[in-house]
Structure formats: C-alpha cells, structure tokens
C-alpha cells in the first residue's frame, strides 16, 4: 500500500531524528554533501552490523556515515575501500588524498571503521557472504564497472541489506549507473533522490528493513516532500561549505592586504629615507665642488704670482747675467795659437 502524506507524517518525523540536522565535521568534494542528512538518518534508521564503501576518494560521504555511528554509537563496523590512486573520472592522484583523510578519519573513528587500499575485487575475497548490511557503490561510473561491482558484491549482502548508488541522475560522457538503476529498480522496493547527481536506495534482500519499510511505501506526492526536506537539509551544507570556503578565501585576502600594506609603509619608510639621503649628498657635492673651485682659483693665483715674481727676478739680473755669460763663453772658446 502507498503511503499517503498523511500516513507519511506519522511514519516519518524529522523531529525524531535531529541527527538529520548535524553539520558534517569534514567536507572537501561538493558531490555529495546534500546526501549527507539522509545519510546520518539512514544510519540511524537501519543500524547496520557492517557497514561497506566501494569508492571513498576524499571520504566526504564515508566520514558522515561514519560521524552517525560514532554519534549513535550503534555499534557499526565500517569499512572504506579506495586505490586512492583515481580513475578517469574522478582524476589520478597520489597518497597525498588517503593522507589528508587519514587526519580525519583515524583519530575519531578508527576504533570502528578501516580504510582498505585495494581494488574493490580483492577487497570483496575478505568479507563473507551474507554479512554486509549496508553497501554504498561509488566507484568507477561506466555500466559496465558499476554492473560488476554490483554481481560481485551482492552476495556479500544480508537478507535485509540495503545498497545505495551515487550518480543515478548524471547522464553524460561515459556514465551509466543511471542505466545500472533502471535495471535493478525493477521488481525490488527503491527510492531515488534526484538532487546532487542524484542517490539510489535499494532493498536487496528477501526482507525489508522495517525502519525504512516507509520509504519504499511512499505515493508521488509524499515522496516528492520527502525528497525536498533532504534536498533543503542537504543544500544547508552546500551553502554552509561555500559560506566557509568564502571565510578562508576572505581571511587569506586579509593576510595578503596586511603583508601589502606592511610592504607599502616599509617602501615609504626606504622612499622618505632614501630622499633625506639625497638631499645630503646633493648638499656634500655641492660643498665638495665649492671647494674644488676655491683650491682651483687659490691655485691659479698662485701659479700667476710664482710667474710674475720669477720674469721680475730675471729682468733683475739680466745686465749682470749677460756679462756672465759673455765671460763664459769666452772662456770656452779655443784660444788663437802662434
């Protein structure tokens, strides 16, 4: 049976579960952040024993499952499972990303939940059939990579098991979970949100989950209310990340304006004290050059009066020289012999 608004309101009250209206502790990558309420309720909803990510990347949606464990101390298992080394979607990277999530992740959760590095195959070969009670798929998108990701993990799933698909609304390039969702949706009780690339919810078992039997139940009119409550609880933490991202950009502008202007009064500081500088040399250049002028007149004036003092000697001993000079020469000269 359908449910009705009605029916809907006593079902589900958001007042029942404030956990939709935490503020996630960490947030970088913008794809899922208005999946995050319904994420922690979900959590809360179900319980799960063990809880399984297939595609963790920079741990955005992994680190809000994991926030609701830790807050409702549930008793959960997690388990993140990533190459961290990228794909074509999602870019190729280094060990920087698991290093950066390894700071938010360890400290607060690693008393239940682990991150495994390897492929999502080989990290299937470690866990038992019929054990995991949540799966979230969020790997490399193509059909063909989601399809077998889905056959080698479904068997790994409880009979009450649930598994969540990302990107069901994102039809473009070589995505196909879209066209993965449309195959397995029929015949088996689901719910699509299709706001932030759109979320999958998937019944996979033989029984389903009585704390989200609802939302499988739900009539067009319900389930589109339900889907803008998430999309409003979600899109709070849009506008709170860009709002903080805001602040960061606003605080390193501030830090560059204060280091500028700092530069700017210490240049005004040079300029003023280069100027008084000039201003001495100028004035010490100038007396350098009157001086040189005055050692040059006293110079001149004294080769003029060295010159006149010496023609005066001359002329004063000219009659006398002459006569010297004359004896000389006389006395130089070969005398006549007989």
Not at 124 to 144: K, M, N, Q, R, W
Not at 269 to 298: H, I, V
Not at 329 to 336: F, T, V
Request: net charge negative; aromatic share 8%.
């Amino acid at each position: 049976m359908e449910m009705t608004l009605q029916r809907l309101s006593a079902a589900f009250n958001p007042l029942d579960h404030p956990i939709c209206l935490d503020m996630p502790r960490h947030v970088s990558a913008a794809g899922w952040h208005e999946h995050i309420p319904f994420a922690m309720v979900l959590v809360e909803m179900l319980r799960p024993k063990l809880f399984v990510e297939l595609g963790v990347h920079t741990g955005d949606s992994y680190l809000a499952f994991c926030q609701a464990v830790a807050t409702l101390n549930c008793g959960t298992a997690c388990y993140g499972v990533d190459t961290w080394k990228g794909d074509a979607h999602a870019g190729f990277y280094g060990e920087e990303i698991l290093i950066e999530l390894r700071k938010h992740h360890d400290v607060p959760y690693g008393k239940f939940s682990r991150l495994i590095q390897s492929t999502f195959d080989e990290a299937a070969s470690h866990f038992p059939d019929g054990t995991v009670s949540l799966l979230h798929i969020d790997g490399y998108h193509t059909y063909e990579a989601v399809r077998h990701d889905w056959e080698v993990w479904t068997p790994k799933m409880t009979s009450d098991g649930v598994v969540l698909f990302h990107d069901i609304n994102v039809r473009e390039t070589d995505f196909g979970v879209w066209r993965v969702w449309e195959e397995l949706q029929v015949g088996r009780p689901h719910f699509a949100f299709k706001h932030a690339h759109g979320l999958g919810v998937l019944a996979v078992g033989s029984e389903v989950p009585e704390g989200i039997r609802w939302l499988f139940d739900l009539e067009a009119d319900a389930a589109a209310r339900v889907e803008s409550l998430f999309f409003a609880l979600g899109n709070r933490i849009t506008l709170h990340a860009a709002s903080e991202h805001l602040k960061t950009l606003l605080q390193e502008q501030e830090r560059v304006h204060a280091a500028t202007v700092a530069e700017t009064e210490r240049l005004k500081a040079a300029l003023e004290t280069s100027g008084e500088e000039a201003k001495r040399l100028a004035a010490e250049r100038d007396r350098s050059f009157a001086t040189m002028s005055d050692l040059q007149a006293a110079l001149d004036a004294m080769s003029r009066s060295s010159a006149v003092r010496a023609s005066r000697m001359v002329r004063s001993l000219s009659p006398g020289l002459h006569r010297v000079i004359g004896s000389l020469g006389k006395a130089l000269l070969p005398q006549n012999r007989p």
